[in-house]
């Protein structure tokens, strides 16, 4: 079982950056591929950037490609996502997620374990 927490949303005005946080609880954080979505009012939830257990790897959807950099501390059973050169179509909240599995990296059904989500919010 893995708890997950997320941090570090909040308002920022379009070209600025934030990092966000996803804390996780449980043994063998390692073990876990970790990945990132986010779901805006009215749409689907969408991938935006997974990494691989020893941080070997990592995705990202087209649309933050070049913005956003996806990491993580196994010490600290932690994922960072920097997410700089924000745009309003970034707006979203968003989710931290966790799978043992390693295919299908940017479908959601793939994931078992979720955070709460935290807003992000991105002004013109």
């Known amino acids: 079982q893995v708890q997950l927490v997320e941090s570090g949303g909040g308002l920022v005005q379009a070209g600025g950056s934030l990092r966000l946080s996803c804390a996780a609880s449980?043994?063998?954080?390692?073990?876990?591929?970790m990945g990132w979505f986010r779901q805006a009012p009215g749409k689907e939830r969408e991938f935006v950037s997974r990494i691989s257990g020893s941080a070997g790897s990592t995705y990202y959807a087209d649309s933050v490609k070049g913005r956003v950099t996806i990491s993580r501390d196994n010490a600290k059973n932690t994922v960072y996502l920097q997410m700089n050169s924000l745009k309003p179509e970034d707006t979203a909240v968003y989710y931290c997620?966790?799978?043992?599995?390693?295919?299908?990296?940017?479908?959601?059904?793939?994931?078992?374990?979720w955070g709460q989500g935290t807003q992000v919010t991105v002004s013109s």
């Open positions: 997620a966790a799978t043992t599995r390693i295919t299908n990296v940017m479908v959601a059904a793939q994931y078992d374990y």
């Open positions: 449980g043994r063998s954080f390692s073990r876990y591929s």
